[in-house]
């Protein structure tokens, strides 16, 4: 997987951890990692207004004037009204993160940069010691193998699915970074289970699916749907999930993304936007 399967700082590879993965079942813990990646590399005519009163004109002149709309001062830059971005093109060679960032400019009307997920503490759920101790042997194996029915008997009996081991990951992330998606399907289904999480690296459950060596088209489209300000959130590395993408399956993603660009007005919430608007420089 190219440089993306390199471990860097001196961390071991996540071929080298598959004993450690083996012998962790005994525990309930697993210390699966995967590995950091290396980072990749119209308009209508500006319409002058005085400096007291900045109107948008209406491009029917019939209409009244109390219905002409205001712009927002914000994308206002001198007294010059800033033409909304096009869309961006799918077969412009360009990481998906860059692809992404210009979807959302163009189909939300404003820009979003991404943030580190350790900076996000009140944004992602934090493990209690309940959630922990309930990351047994038992469901660890359940998850690992793809047994849904087990999981769900588990559940019925009062199992805890929403459990992470010492190292924040979750059941969630094993599934989404083995490609399950049975797996997926029925955890995303479960009320208690919290899709917005990372664990002590960063990595969230998107990160892991993107690292599968085959694009996780559906299981992304769930957490796009569900928690599309994931795709913003960066590891202690500053990687998003995308990065763990290999280039060759750019295109793939560029055409995913624009597919699914309805999902993204999930990024409105006010909470959601106020985190990842990218600051203004002076």
């Given at each position: 997987?190219?440089?993306?399967?390199?471990?860097?700082?001196?961390?071991?590879?996540?071929?080298?951890?598959?004993?450690?993965?083996?012998?962790?079942?005994?525990?309930?813990?697993?210390?699966?990692?995967?590995?950091?990646?290396?980072?990749?590399?119209?308009?209508?005519?500006?319409?002058?207004?005085?400096?007291?009163?900045t109107q948008v004109s209406?491009?029917?002149?019939?209409?009244?004037?109390?219905?002409?709309?205001?712009?927002?001062?914000?994308?206002?830059?001198?007294?010059?009204?800033?033409?909304?971005?096009?869309?961006?093109?799918?077969?412009?060679n360009i990481n998906p993160?860059?692809?992404?960032?210009?979807?959302?400019?163009?189909?939300?009307?404003?820009?979003?940069?991404?943030?580190?997920?350790?900076?996000?503490?009140?944004?992602?759920?934090?493990?209690?010691?309940?959630?922990?101790?309930?990351?047994?042997?038992?469901?660890?194996?359940?998850?690992?193998?793809?047994?849904?029915?087990?999981?769900?008997?588990?559940?019925?009996?009062?199992?805890?699915?929403?459990?992470?081991?010492?190292?924040?990951?979750?059941?969630?992330?094993?599934?989404?970074?083995?490609?399950?998606?049975?797996?997926?399907?029925?955890?995303?289904?479960?009320?208690?289970?919290?899709?917005?999480?990372?664990?002590?690296?960063?990595?969230?459950?998107?990160?892991?699916?993107?690292?599968?060596?085959?694009?996780q088209l559906t299981i992304?489209?769930?957490?796009?749907?569900?928690?599309?300000?994931?795709?913003?959130?960066?590891?202690?590395?500053?990687?998003?999930?995308?990065?763990?993408?290999?280039?060759?399956?750019?295109?793939?993603?560029?055409?995913?993304?624009?597919?699914?660009?309805?999902?993204?007005?999930?990024?409105?919430?006010?909470?959601?936007?106020?985190?990842?608007?990218?600051?203004?420089?002076?």
């Amino acid at each position: 997987m190219t440089g993306c399967q390199e471990k860097q700082n001196g961390e071991p590879s996540y071929e080298s951890t598959k004993t450690n993965e083996i012998a962790g079942a005994s525990s309930g813990e697993t210390s699966d990692t995967i590995a950091a990646p290396i980072s990749s590399t119209s308009e209508k005519a500006a319409h002058e207004v005085p400096a007291t009163v900045t109107q948008v004109s209406s491009d029917d002149e019939s209409e009244p004037r109390s219905e002409r709309r205001y712009s927002n001062q914000q994308e206002i830059t001198k007294g010059i009204i800033q033409p909304p971005a096009p869309l961006p093109n799918v077969d412009e060679n360009i990481n998906p993160d860059e692809f992404l960032l210009k979807l959302v400019d163009a189909h939300l009307g404003y820009k979003l940069e991404p943030k580190k997920a350790l900076e996000l503490k009140s944004f992602l759920y934090k493990a209690t010691d309940e959630n922990i101790a309930a990351y047994t042997s038992e469901v660890v194996t359940a998850v690992r193998n793809e047994e849904l029915d087990h999981l769900r008997h588990m559940e019925q009996n009062g199992q805890d699915l929403n459990c992470f081991n010492r190292f924040g990951e979750s059941l969630l992330s094993l599934a989404c970074r083995r490609g399950f998606e049975s797996i997926v399907r029925y955890l995303l289904d479960q009320p208690k289970v919290n899709l917005r999480h990372s664990d002590d690296c960063g990595r969230t459950p998107l990160h892991d699916a993107c690292w599968h060596p085959v694009p996780q088209l559906t299981i992304c489209k769930w957490i796009l749907e569900e928690e599309p300000a994931l795709f913003f959130i960066t590891d202690r590395r500053g990687c998003t999930a995308f990065q763990y993408a290999r280039p060759e399956h750019w295109p793939i993603w560029r055409k995913f993304l624009m597919d699914n660009r309805d999902s993204l007005d999930g990024l409105k919430d006010p909470a959601v936007r106020g985190m990842f608007t990218k600051a203004l420089v002076h």
